[in-house]
């Protein structure tokens, strides 16, 4: 299987994808088969990844969903040492929306060893942080700062430079837990201007903001805060 052809065809095909985002740190394995059986049946993805997950746990996470379901599981990190084989694929990102050389390219040679002979399949990601009205993870972490809502020329030049380097897919977040999502007018601009899929997670919470966020022309959507507390 080609995870990455499957998430190119369906945005050809104008269909929608439904990413699932499970933070490791606040899942507890046990409880997998339960918690999978909440989240929405037009789920067609589970990504896997957090700010600080303390080691092991994202490996764990990843086989008691796997014994649960056969919805791939796309590893979502936000350090190379998340990394784990038992996932299907790996969004490789870069976070270019800032000016951090560590979220540019240091974690990804870092991330290197682990990845030269595994079998994961990797996708280039190009990584954009939009504001969402509050101070993310994202933010905190890597020390950069998000891109205003209001900078629309910036957000769509940062997404164009993504895809001529090479980076197959666009992720336009908010930050988890986001006041704001990612707007209407940002999403349909974007999407106007790239020629590869599109992802947009932050503070999507309605089916109203979901609906929105596709009909503006995001290919798939990815939902975490909305589902942690079942
Ligand atoms: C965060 O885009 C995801 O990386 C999902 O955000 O938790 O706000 O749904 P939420």
């Avoid at 209001?150 to 090479?166: K, M, Q, R």
């Avoid at 986001?178 to 106007?192: D, L, N």
């Amino acid at each position: 299987r080609n995870f990455y052809a499957e998430i190119s065809q369906a945005a050809a095909n104008e269909e929608r994808l439904l990413a699932i985002l499970i933070d490791p740190d606040k899942f507890n394995e046990v409880e997998a088969a339960t918690y999978l059986k909440k989240i929405p049946k037009e789920t067609t993805h589970i990504l896997v990844g957090g700010s600080t997950v303390e080691k092991f746990k994202t490996e764990k996470t990843v086989k008691a969903i796997k014994t649960e379901t056969n919805l791939p599981v796309i590893l979502f990190p936000g350090d190379y040492s998340q990394i784990t084989e038992t996932a299907d694929a790996l969004l490789f990102l870069s976070l270019l929306s800032g000016r951090n050389p560590e979220y540019l390219i240091e974690q990804q040679v870092k991330s290197v060893g682990k990845l030269k002979h595994s079998k994961l399949e990797i996708i280039p990601t190009a990584y954009i942080l939009i504001d969402g009205g509050k101070e993310c993870a994202v933010q905190r972490v890597s020390g950069t700062k998000p891109i205003s809502q209001s900078a629309l020329e910036t957000v769509v030049n940062t997404a164009l430079a993504g895809e001529f380097s090479g980076k197959r897919l666009i992720y336009l977040e908010a930050g988890s837990g986001a006041v704001i999502p990612v707007s209407e007018e940002i999403i349909t601009e974007v999407k106007k201007a790239v020629s590869i899929p599109l992802v947009v997670g932050g503070g999507i919470r309605s089916l109203t903001q979901q609906e929105n966020a596709y009909r503006a022309g995001a290919d798939m959507i990815v939902m975490g805060t909305q589902f942690e507390n079942l």
